[in-house]
């Protein structure tokens, strides 16, 4: 893909002492320019002078801060701008304001608290974080889930995938000034989680899905609950897309803007939507199954554009996908356990707490001394709805883990957002942040 002309510059003249924010923008003890340029697709670096530089000289660019306040950063993200009017020739991405802290406070967590933790790094995806980690704290016990466990976590799962996608539609469309459509989004994600508070108790942050399989049983009736999710959804759905797709002024302001081509997503570490915008079939659920992904039907879709459109048609196709395995998991849900009898894993029934002094004790010193995990480490990745969501964990065979390191998709998505901005107008900025719909409680893990 051409895109017609060479990334303006990086890096432009040395901070002085009225040039307010070089400070930050720059590199300390920088005496020359350096801008960005693309060679193959990736973006290097090339000595400031050439033939191709196309700046304008440092007294005539500014500096602006996008954020981290600003509603359409979608969270506590800064973007320090260079701007040469209306043009972004540079940005730097700024990040650690959230502060959480989560994977150093899972080193003082129990492996049975861990859920508690992780759900609460992608808010949108709470039962995708529970699942990463569990399947990681599994591996280590060498522990399968039973089959009916296996498949709530599917059904969960992929109901999150929804509500991430949804959320994603309404606030990408308030960017573009279309209210409509964030309505409509907002109230086709209740159906959701209406389901989730029924099955879990909570809306968001279930502490549902855990090590040995998930908390409770599905609620009676749940088949039909979820029946209407995947019947009211993909409907009103296609009614909010009649408002966009042919849309002349959507077309305009997402075609050929925040182009990302493939050879850069692969090399900047992209994965999920942004990746299979470049046309590239990668979906962990098909290359690496996990859960008995590898009995449902459905397909990876993928898009040739490389543009804020393109991660706009994958998104949309994928909630449609995503409805496909939710009602076969309807109709093929097995019978039996949704959690492993593994006493040294598995509290007992809540009933029998009332009536026995052995299931107390046992959940009493499940519950305060945890289990032990064996020594050794596994990174597990699973596809959440932003990309690879990543669990490393290392046992040093207590019951809290030594070391647990995520691996966020959004953290390698802000990191590309320079590339996809650079050459751009300000205004197209605030799509492309949309576009690559980053959560900073997975950034600033």
């Known amino acids: 893909m051409d895109r017609g002309h060479v990334v303006p510059p990086s890096i432009l003249a040395p901070p002085t002492a009225t040039s307010e924010g070089e400070q930050e923008m720059f590199l300390p003890g ?74 150093k406070t899972a080193e003082d967590l129990m492996y049975i608290q861990g859920s508690t933790n992780v759900t609460r790094m992608d808010y949108l995806n709470p039962l995708g974080n529970e699942l990463c980690f569990s399947l990681a704290v599994e591996q280590l016990l060498d522990l399968e889930v039973p089959p009916r466990a296996a498949a709530i976590r599917v059904l969960m799962a992929e109901l999150c995938r929804i509500n991430s996608h949804l959320i994603w539609f309404a606030t990408s469309g308030m960017d573009l000034g279309a209210t409509t459509v964030m309505i409509h989004g907002f109230r086709e994600r209740e159906l959701i989680l209406r389901f989730f508070e029924r099955t879990t108790g909570l809306r968001m942050n279930c502490d549902y899905i855990r090590p040995g399989g998930v908390a409770a049983d599905l609620p009676d009736g749940w088949a039909d609950d979820v029946a209407e999710i995947t019947s009211v959804i993909p409907r009103r759905l296609d009614e909010s897309r009649n408002l966009l797709d042919d849309n002349p002024i959507f077309r305009r302001r997402t075609q050929g803007v925040g182009i990302l081509t493939r050879e850069e997503a692969v090399a900047l570490g992209a994965t999920g939507p942004i990746l299979r915008a470049t046309g590239v079939a990668w979906d962990l659920r098909k290359a690496f199954p996990y859960s008995g992904y590898e009995q449902y039907d459905f397909e990876v879709p993928t898009h040739d554009d490389c543009d804020v459109w393109a991660r706009y048609q994958v998104r949309v196709a ?4 995503s409805a496909r395995i939710v009602e076969q998991v309807i109709e093929t849900m097995p019978a039996g356990d949704y959690r492993v009898q593994d ?103």
């Open 343 to 445: 006493k040294k894993v598995t509290p007992p029934p809540r009933h029998r707490i009332d009536t026995s002094m052995e299931a107390l004790i046992h959940h009493f010193k499940l519950f305060t001394e945890g289990f032990k995990v064996p020594p050794g480490e596994t990174y597990v990745a699973v596809e959440s709805p932003k990309g690879e969501l990543g669990c490393y964990l290392v046992s040093d065979g207590g019951a809290r883990a030594y070391r647990q390191h995520t691996r966020g998709p959004c953290f390698y998505h802000v990191h590309a957002m320079p590339a996809m901005m650079v050459g751009g107008l300000v205004a197209d900025a605030v799509l492309v942040i949309g576009s690559s719909d980053p959560v900073l409680g997975e950034v600033d893990r």
């Open 318 to 321: 994928e909630i449609y996908e």
């Open 30 to 103: 920088e005496t020359h320019r350096l801008e960005l340029t693309r060679e193959r697709g990736i973006v290097t670096e090339v000595p400031a002078g050439s033939e191709e530089q196309l700046s304008a000289p440092g007294d005539e660019t500014m500096i602006i801060n996008l954020g981290p306040q600003h509603p359409s950063t979608h969270g506590v993200l800064r973007l320090m701008m260079e701007l040469d009017g209306e043009e972004v020739l540079r940005v730097k991405p700024v990040i650690g304001y959230l502060h959480t802290g989560m994977e």
